[in-house]
């Protein structure tokens, strides 16, 4: 069973940064398509971006050339570069696998944009 392990999220102000880390657990990491995903208080989860094992990308319409999603195979490790992040982009953030089909959810870490 693959697990994961957000971190990096923080407070940052309106046009800031933050990058986060996804550590994963498994030995075939590298033949998954992952993704981001962020939950904000009373909405439902959504997908943020998406890479799949040739290092195809996909984003979300509100994060398109705001966002970078990019993988480290031989670390296990997915990231997300978050550049001009908005109040709107507040939200728990967590990393699984591309789907229809997910792991077990970790914890998520939590992004809050606010000046």
């Known amino acids: 069973q693959v697990q994961f392990v957000e971190s990096g999220g923080g407070l940052v102000q309106p046009g800031g940064s933050l990058r986060l880390s996804c550590a994963a657990s498994?030995?075939?990491?590298?033949?998954?398509?992952m993704g981001w995903y962020r939950q904000a208080p009373g909405k439902q989860r959504e997908a943020v971006a998406l890479?799949?094992?040739?290092?195809?990308?996909n984003y979300a319409d509100s994060v398109k050339g705001r966002f970078t999603i990019s993988r480290d195979n031989a670390k296990n490790m997915v990231y997300l570069q978050m550049n001009s992040l908005k109040p709107e982009d507040t939200a728990v953030y967590y990393c699984?696998?591309?789907?229809?089909?997910?792991?077990?959810w970790g914890q998520g870490t939590q992004v809050t944009v606010s000046s």
């Open positions: 890479i799949i094992s040739g290092d195809s990308t």
């Open positions: 498994g030995s075939i990491f590298s033949i998954y398509a």
């Open positions: 699984n696998l591309g789907g229809p089909h997910f792991a077990s």
